[in-house]
Each structure stands twice: as C-alpha cells, then as structure tokens.
C-alpha cells in the first residue's frame, strides 16, 4: 500500500509518499481502509518534532474507513463495517491499523468525509464548551481564529448554547466566515481587548478558547472577568508563555488551563458519547462541518503548508 512518511523532521517537504507492506493487525487491532483523513495541526507539531514522533513515521491522527481485517480478541468491530478514529497516528494512508477499542462506529447518515472532518475537532469543540468550561446561556465568550476549524465549530456550539461570541480573524474574508458561523463580533487580533470591553459594557468573557497561544496570550488574559477561565488549548502561533499564578490572582482569581483531547476521550464511553453528540448536532443541522480543500497523498506538504500558512478555512482532507 502506498503511504506518506516522514523518515526526517522538518517542513512540509520531509512528507514522503512511499509503497510499504501492507499491514497486518495484531491481538485486538483493526485494519481499516482508509476513506479519508483529517488535517491538523497536531500533525504539523509531529513534522516539525514540537510533538517527538519516532521515526520514521506516517502523519495524521485522524481517519474514517471501511474495516478490512481483525486480529484476534476484536469483538468490537467486523470487516465491512464503517468506522471513524482519531489520536492514533498514521492516517495518512491507504490502510492504517487501529486498536479496535479506538474505533467509532458511524451512523448511516454520517459519510467517511463527513466523519474525517469532524471527529477531533468535534469532540474538541465538544468537551471544551460542555466539560472544560461549560457555556450557560448569556455567558460572553471568546473564540480566536474564528474562520478555522477550531473556531467555527466552537463559535457555532457557543451560539447553540446561548452564548454570545467575540471572534478573531485575520482577514475580511474570514472575518465573514467567523459572522457566517454565527459570531455576534468580529474583530483583528489587535482590536481584541478594546472590542471584548465594549461589548460586555466593560464586564469581560466569562472564557476565552484561545488555540492560536503566543500571539494571543496577553490580549486573551486581559479579556476575561473576574473567575473567568482561560482555556488554552492549542499554539498555531507558538508556544504560550509560562504562566505566573500571581498574574491569573491579579487579574481577577482567573482559572487557567490547557486541555488536550486525549484526556478527555481516554475511556472509552466518554469517546464514544463524545462523538454521539456530535454526529447528532450534525444531523440536527446544529453544526456545519465546512471541507474547504481535498489533497490526494502525494500533496500531503501542500495541505499542511496551508494550514500553518494561514491559507486554510473551515477543514482540510487527505482522500488516499
Ligand atoms: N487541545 C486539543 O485537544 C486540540 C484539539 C484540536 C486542535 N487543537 C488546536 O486548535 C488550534 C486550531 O487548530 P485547527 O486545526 O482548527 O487549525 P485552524 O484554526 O484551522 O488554523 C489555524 C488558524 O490559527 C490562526 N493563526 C493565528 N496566528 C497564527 C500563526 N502565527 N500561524 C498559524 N496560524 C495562526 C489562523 O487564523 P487567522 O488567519 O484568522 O488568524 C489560522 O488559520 C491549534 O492550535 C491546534 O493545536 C487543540
């Protein structure tokens, strides 16, 4: 089978399309064939070895697929079936191999691109406004990079919930695509504190989800009320700065934190309720998962060049 690998770290150019045994799975492993897998930004960390992967490796952490073969012990799945996954790196391929307990399994309404584009960032979006803060109505909330898949899909959900949302966006055209997803403000990275003051009538957020980290680090601290939460939950712009408690007691007893989602989907019910409640808000019309751009393996560079680049909206797809 044919897969990207990654023998070197580097920029998008150590992405390598390459012909490699066929896998075999092991006691409790699926091999699924591979529809469709995610870009994200993880797998941009992974490249670069802000993330050590061993190498050599295969990018991508996230996959939808039809089940080719099980190894031994797999009750949770047969060849045929069709299923989505996601932390298990090596998506980026003809075929990857899963453990079986990691697998999802989809609803007929939910196809393999629908499925490749929503699971992480979903269940991302989804534990951040129902479990690491959980948006009341009337809350005011910030979500940067609005027009990204992050970000249209929190803004989106907060909306859904009652909230009111203050976006970020580096352009005109996406600061359409951040008011598309619902966003009441939007505003350029600069304007952040003075537009968060003016429309909660000097009050604050009562959370910022802040997944661009360096750049937006002070503007997000200086935004939120008293008790207000910081969610850091991501760094496209670069690492976050060490966080001295002081600064979080001055600026109003803050809470701060910096959730992943791997703890949040470690049991394997949490995952699956997770991923439930998204395919239903996606069948309810409540989310809308925006696929902007399809690249086959050999242009694996290209679409993780765009996504760090700034170029990208909404999700990109590797289609084997
Ligand atoms: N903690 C978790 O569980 C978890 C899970 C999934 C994703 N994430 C994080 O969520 C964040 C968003 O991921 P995504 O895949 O949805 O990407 P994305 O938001 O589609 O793309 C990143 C966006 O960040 C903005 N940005 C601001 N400064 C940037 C810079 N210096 N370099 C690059 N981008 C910059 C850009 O939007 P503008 O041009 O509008 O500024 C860019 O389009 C990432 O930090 C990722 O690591 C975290």
Not at 82 to 109: C, H, K, M, S
Not at 210 to 238: I, M, N
Request: proline share 7%.
């Amino acid at each position: 089978m044919r897969a990207v690998q990654v023998e070197r770290t580097g920029g998008p150019e150590v992405l390598v399309v390459r012909e490699v045994d066929d896998p075999k799975p092991g006691p409790g492993e699926a091999v699924v064939d591979v529809a469709a897998s995610g870009v994200n930004f993880i797998d941009v960390y992974h490249r670069t070895g802000h993330y050590p992967v061993p190498l050599p490796f295969t990018p991508g952490t996230e996959g939808a697929g039809t089940v080719a073969a099980v190894g031994d012990g797999v009750g949770q799945v047969r060849p045929g079936d069709r299923v989505g996954w996601v932390n298990v790196v090596g998506t980026y391929a003809e075929q990857a191999v899963v453990p079986a307990d990691r697998l999802i399994a989809l609803p007929d309404g939910i196809d393999f691109e629908t499925a490749a584009a929503s699971l992480l960032q979903g269940m991302t979006a989804q534990y951040l406004v129902r479990t690491t803060y959980p948006v009341r109505p009337g809350d005011d909330v910030l979500v940067h990079a609005a027009a990204g898949g992050m970000g249209q899909l929190l803004t989106q959900l907060v909306k859904h919930l009652c909230g009111r949302v203050v976006a970020t966006a580096s352009t005109p055209e996406k600061a359409d695509l951040a008011r598309a997803a619902g966003a009441d403000v939007v505003v350029g990275y600069d304007e952040v504190v003075d537009a968060v003051r003016a429309f909660t009538d000097g009050d604050g957020v009562a959370v910022a989800y802040d997944g661009v980290g360096a750049d937006t680090f002070e503007a997000s601290l200086a935004s939120l009320a008293p008790r207000g939460y910081f969610v850091s939950y991501g760094s496209a712009s670069g690492p976050v700065p060490p966080v001295d408690p002081l600064r979080l007691s001055r600026a109003g007893s803050l809470f701060f934190t910096r959730p992943t989602l791997a703890h949040y989907i470690a049991a394997r019910e949490e995952m699956l309720e997770r991923a439930d409640e998204v395919f239903r808000w996606i069948a309810d019309g409540v989310l809308r998962v925006t696929v902007t751009a399809r690249y086959p393996l050999t242009e694996a560079g290209r679409a993780q060049a765009d996504l760090e680049g700034r170029r990208s909206t909404g999700k990109l797809l590797i289609v084997p």
